[in-house]
């Protein structure tokens, strides 16, 4: 506890992308042991929020016990067998109940390592929630993460870039299996040169300076109805509410993460007056920043 019986805040940290010294450039596989281990090695606390520069692929094992993990102010639970996508940028932790006798695999890989998986900015991520796959695609993931597993122990047997394409074509497998794996109707896809993909870009990059989708249409050199349409293919909401939820979502991290107050959270997310920070956060949120500080961290409000 802080000061005056106050929760201690928890800070994120900035992980950088730094594997095995003999792992294959670019890509990691380890289990969820050397994932603690390697945790006490860095000094990362696994359990405070975290913010990796690289993808992860999270997947419990049959037979292991569920894993609670949290992303981005929403809780998930892995059951054995599911299976969590988690991009660059996102903030996430791990249960500290769960993680110690929880069973898995995580991938990890830079940015651009398969052709399949856009830098950060030019995709948006697809849907967060853990994927508990039914017949036959559970066998399936199982298949192409044991055949990328095997390729990734086999350093050596083959010329190193014969190594790493491998590895890039079977992550590849695994990253498309696990996209057509969902059930209901998969949303459109939307590449870097389309549309939404431009769209979310530019919100990623200007999102602190214009609250407009007028704006980004005029700079993109589209209408706002072509915006909004090619958002709703790729998101289900429109280019308005996909804008104002990216907004929401840094100011939350900033509320939780950070000691700045809302006139400075404001200021940096391209609000000219505190009042219409607090109007736009209420109106999307329900609470005022305070409240919802004070319930994220526990505490008692301290601007």
Same mark, same amino acid.
């Not at 300076?209 to 958002?231: E, I, M, N, P, Q």
């Not at 200021?267 to 736009?280: H, N, V």
């Given at each position: ?12 940290? $900035? ?6 010294? /003999? ?40 037979? @292991? ?8 102010? /929403? ?37 651009? %390592? ?14 967060? @929630? ?9 066998? !399936? ?11 990734? !122990? $086999? ?34 896809? !939307? ?15 200007? %999102? ?5 989708? !007028? ?28 804008? $104002? ?16 107050? @809302? ?12 009042? $219409? %920070?607090?109007?736009? %956060? ?22």
């Amino acid at each position: 506890m802080g000061k005056n019986g106050q929760a201690e805040r928890a800070e994120i940290t $900035d992980v950088s992308y730094r594997p095995l010294l /003999s792992a294959p450039l670019g890509m990691d596989v380890l289990d969820f042991a050397e994932l603690r281990d390697r945790g006490r090695r860095r000094g990362i606390d696994l359990t405070a929020p975290q913010r990796p520069a690289f993808h992860h692929l999270i997947h419990v094992h049959g037979g @292991s016990g569920p894993l609670r993990h949290t992303v981005d102010f /929403s809780d998930h639970t892995l059951h054995p067998g599911s299976w969590l996508r988690i991009r660059p940028g996102q903030v996430h932790q791990y249960s500290p109940d769960e993680l110690a006798p929880a069973r898995g695999t995580i991938v990890i890989w830079q940015p651009g %390592f398969t052709a399949t998986d856009p830098e950060p900015g030019a995709a948006p991520p697809g849907d967060p @929630s853990p994927l508990l796959p039914c017949p036959p695609h559970d066998g !399936a993931l199982e298949l192409a993460l044991r055949h990328l597993t095997h390729e990734y !122990a $086999d350093l050596g047997a083959i010329p190193l870039d014969a190594h790493i394409e491998a590895l890039r074509h079977l992550l590849g497998v695994l990253l498309l299996r696990l996209t057509h794996a969902r059930t209901g109707r998969p949303l459109e896809s !939307a590449s870097a040169e389309g549309a939404f993909g431009r769209y979310h870009a530019a919100v990623e990059r200007d %999102f602190g300076h214009t609250h407009r989708v !007028a704006d980004y249409a005029s700079a993109l050199g589209y209408s706002v109805r072509t915006l909004t349409r090619a958002t709703l293919a790729a998101t289900g909401s429109t280019a308005k509410q996909y804008l $104002d939820a990216r907004i929401l979502l840094e100011a939350k991290r900033l509320l939780v993460h950070t000691d700045a107050t @809302s006139a400075d959270i404001a200021g940096r997310l391209g609000f000219r007056d505190p009042g $219409d %920070f607090a109007k736009f %956060f209420r109106k999307r949120d329900g609470r005022a920043p305070q409240a919802f500080r004070t319930a994220a961290r526990g505490t008692r409000p301290t601007d």
